[in-house]
RNA sequence: GACCCCUUGGUCAAGCGGUUAAGACACCGCCCUUUCACGGCGGUAACAGGAGUUCGAGUCUCCUAGGGGUCACCA
């Protein structure tokens, strides 16, 4: 037992942004590389942004790519309740000892006294504070407020001077003034917690060894080590994250395109890849590995290798790797992603061994398969037949006319119309003309598709056509070429 | 604006005082070839700028610039 812990805690408002997913998937690594443990948090205390279903989508998408956790709301743990919201009465009790010692204080005045103050503020070009009003406030008086049902929170009373110092495994010790730091609320009027509050009580709670946080949490750090401080409790070890971001000046927002881990899945992608991928985004084995399983994840990763600045989100590279992953697809797992493309294609009820045997190394993301095969439900019969035309494969107008009258008899009488076949006929009757297999290959391809560029050639697409929608398509291509 | 952090090719990045400054994606060229793709080979392209420290600096220090983050009864 290393006694190592991390955490993902991540609010349920809705999708699985890929930023946290990495942010999990690092917590994850970290505590499966050392032995240690790895807890699911859900952070549920702001109710207005809560959002119904959201937890679920958590859980499968953590299930889905393997970070399966040893604790949580599910599966429970011995630090439990694993769901903020239900952990009111500890975070009560110690914002009590904090009252007391006098590490925090109660504070009435309303949402509206502060915008007042907080919009003066801005007028005179000032940075924001709270004055720390009610901090003078009588006993007397705040026994009489409460009696009278003022609502009111409770801040956590920052020294006015002095410095605070933390160490980051990844940036190293960062020193602030205490005079820089606010007066932050620790608990809301509806009894809630704040992160800010919710996070350093259960994080000790549940003996988190290692707090593997995005980037945003860095300067409000110091605030939660004074409060472990003042709790008397030992401050954790800190990994900062950087963001990943679109581009040089913005993150990755919902904004900027698909960002949730569920889009990515709609659109094609191998979840393997995209967990693959952002792992890259960040972090580096230190060698020219790029591929990993989750397994060799957890074997190379190394918060040594971790970058400490942003980074821009590449959906070219994601695009190439995800295609590799195709790549290194079976026929039958690759027949399971595509058949559905292969619906939507209305193609479904074609040989799918030969569909995957062309298009296995041609497809990127599994969505460009209806565009891809689109021409084998419905070719475009209005094709120019300046396509015949080819300087590399030696063919014309007139060799491809010649090539089509002398193949469609020949292909007509075929006693099967399989792939073996078809090759022997085409590329025998090239041979036997001294021509180039491109020569004879080139027009057939060009009548059976009127395209181009096809995904396979010519004695594929004819498999899959089949006998009769082959010699149809042949026979309008010779008609083309007549004229 | 104040405070904190960051800065190697277009992008991800290796490097951790002495290297011809890796590799990958993207891009370009060639080869292979039944078009495209795959694969193979090759190429263009970087230490933000300026001062120091040092025999020697991408690597250490400082300054400047640029970028990010924080400054909520959101997390």
């Not at 694993?82 to 009252?99: C, F, M, N, T, W």
């Not at 590279?317 to 294609?345: C, D, G, M, S, V």
């Not at 050639?457 to 004819?462: K, P």
Request: hydrophobic content about 40%; proline content about 4%; aromatic content about 10%.
């Amino acid at each position: 037992m290393s006694g190592i812990r991390t955490r993902f805690a991540p609010s349920p408002t809705g999708y699985m942004h890929i930023g946290n997913l990495r942010s999990a998937l690092y917590a994850f690594l970290f505590a499966r590389k050392n032995g240690g443990k790895f807890v699911l948090r859900i952070e549920d205390t702001d109710r207005d942004r809560e959002v119904a279903g959201a937890v679920a989508i958590i859980y499968d998408t953590l299930r889905a790519v393997g970070l399966y956790w040893d604790e949580g709301p599910d599966v429970g743990g011995a630090f439990g309740p694993y769901v903020q919201s239900e952990r009111k009465a500890l975070y009560s009790l110690h914002a009590g000892r904090l009252i007391k010692s006098g590490h925090a204080y109660f504070c009435f005045c309303t949402k509206e006294e502060l915008d007042a103050r907080r919009d003066a503020c801005a007028a005179r070009n000032e940075a924001f504070k709270y004055d720390k009003h009610c901090l003078r406030l009588s006993r007397h008086e705040i026994d009489a407020r409460m009696a009278a049902g003022q609502p009111f929170v409770i801040r956590q009373n920052i020294p006015a001077s002095g410095q605070t110092t933390f160490r980051d495994l990844l940036f190293g010790s960062i020193t602030v003034d205490n005079a820089t730091l606010d007066d932050n609320v620790l608990v809301k009027a509806d009894g809630m917690p704040t992160y800010n509050f919710a996070n350093v009580v259960d994080d000790h709670l549940m003996q988190i060894s290692h707090v593997m946080r995005g980037m945003e949490y860095l300067s409000s750090t110091p605030k939660y080590n004074l409060l472990y401080e003042a709790l008397g409790w030992e401050i954790p070890r800190y990994i900062h994250m950087p963001p990943i971001m679109k581009d040089t000046t913005h993150k990755l927002s919902k904004r900027t395109g698909d960002v949730s881990f569920q889009d990515f899945i709609a659109q094609g992608y191998l979840k393997e890849a995209v967990l693959n991928y952002i792992a890259l985004l960040g972090w580096s084995p230190g060698d020219d590995r790029e591929k990993f399983t989750l397994e060799e994840l957890i074997e190379a990763f190394d918060i040594k290798g971790m970058s400490k600045s942003p980074a821009i989100f590449d959906g070219a590279k994601l695009h190439w790797l995800n295609a590799a992953y195709i790549r290194a697809l079976p026929e039958n797992a690759f027949t399971a992603y595509a058949r559905p493309y292969y619906q939507q294609a209305g193609i479904a009820a074609m040989d799918e061994t030969i569909l995957a045997a062309i298009l296995r190394q041609r497809v990127e993301v599994f969505s460009q398969i209806p565009g891809m095969v689109a021409f084998l439900r419905q070719m475009d019969e209005n094709y120019d037949s300046a396509l015949f035309t080819n300087k590399k494969s030696k063919t014309d107008i007139t060799t491809s006319h010649t090539v089509l009258e002398a193949v469609l008899p020949a292909l007509e009488s075929l006693p099967k119309f399989d792939r073996q076949t078809l090759q022997d006929c085409l590329l025998g009757y090239a041979e036997k003309m001294g021509m180039k297999n491109g020569a004879v290959l080139w027009p057939v391809r060009i009548a059976v598709s009127g395209r181009m560029v096809t995904p396979g050639g010519a004695i594929e697409i004819l498999a899959l056509l089949g006998r009769e929608e082959s010699l149809r398509r042949l026979r309008l291509g010779l008609a083309k070429l007549t004229v």
